[in-house]
């Protein structure tokens, strides 16, 4: 209905038409959201990890009903993030440079639904493993290099890192 409606007053106004070639402004792609999604998803699994000794009652259904939703949102926001940069900033000459960039999108995406299926640390390990390898790439297609460092809070596990230089 609304279409319809928009047309009708396409049709009797005239809009001028416009057209974008990405969703956000070029040169804003960074990694490193994905890569705090996955770390989530890991802290989720832990979380709920240390439940299995707690006492079955009502608020540790709820608190197990939080994480779960949050992790699984998380597994969403990686594939999401993921999607974005593969499908917006990836072009011919990214994929020259690194031809496996399909076949590790494709892989991430099937890790983050493993990882929202499952309370598994593994599976979220390698989601995150995953991703850290995207984002190697991610940079070395802009000239950055990169290193691996522990995150600075739980669930302190390696991620890549820009190795940026301050200005002067």
Known sequence: MLHTLMSKLDTSLGFEEAAAHCDIPCKIYDPSTAQI??????????????????????????KVSRLVKEKEAHGLVVKEEIRVIWGDYIKQPQLDQFPQLHELTHKIMLAASRA??????????????????????????????????????????????PQLTPEA
């Open 37 to 62: 999604a996955a770390l989530t998803v890991i802290r989720m699994v832990d979380l709920l990890e240390e439940l299995k000794s707690a006492e079955l009652n009502v608020n540790t259904i709820a």
């Open 116 to 161: 929202k299926q499952e309370i598994n640390r593994d599976d979220a390990m390698k989601l995150l493993e995953l991703v850290n390898e995207f984002a190697e790439i991610f940079w070395a297609t802009k000239g950055v290099s990169t290193f691996r460092a522990k995150c600075p809070y739980l669930p302190e596990e390696i991620v890549v890192y």
